[in-house]
């Protein structure tokens, strides 16, 4: 069935929130962040991302859940919980995985955050977007982006004129890349 974007397609959204979906309950509660447990074995260091989560989470609302095991404790979220710890919220978003093994719990956990490592930036589109957003004056170092511009740019030392010098043949190209990089933080 089609849905047409507006407020039945919205309703059709949260109508599958709290169905089943696939035969899985897909229902998104509020819980006590109390009631959640940290999985004392998680190998995913994530201390220096907890502030960046924070920052998202204070300007955009908890958008992703925390997904747990039948006994309370995270299988994928563990760096939202901190953040939310950081922030002083009492309740957050959960999505409880009941329908998992304890194989298919253990197995979530690593893959969730591996699976993330296979994603790449299109630089290209990403400078574009980064680029409206600092038009519109959003500040996306917040979130973990080093956003360079003319003020930023400390000198390093580096002997630009020596370096051409030694170059036989160039690397780059009109329209490639680097190129487009260099173009774009020196406008």
Known sequence: MKHERGASSVQHFFDLLTKKVGGIDMKINQVSIEKIQMYDKNPRINDTAVDKVAASIKEFGFKQPIV?????VIIAGHTRHKAAIQLGL??????SAT?????????YRLAD????EFSEWDT???FT???ELKVLE???ELFGFDLMDEHSIKDDGFDVEGALEEIKKPVS???DKLYKLLTTYSS
């Open 99 to 107: 329908d998992l093994t304890d194989a298919q719990v253990k197995a």
């Open 113 to 116: 955050n591996k699976t993330a």
């Open 124 to 126: 290209d589109l990403l």
């Open 68 to 72: 747990f095991d039948r006994d309370g």
């Open 173 to 175: 190209k009109l329209g």
């Open 138 to 140: 959003f500040d996306m």
């Open 90 to 95: 009492t309740e957050v978003p959960v999505l």
């Open 129 to 131: 977007e980064l680029g």
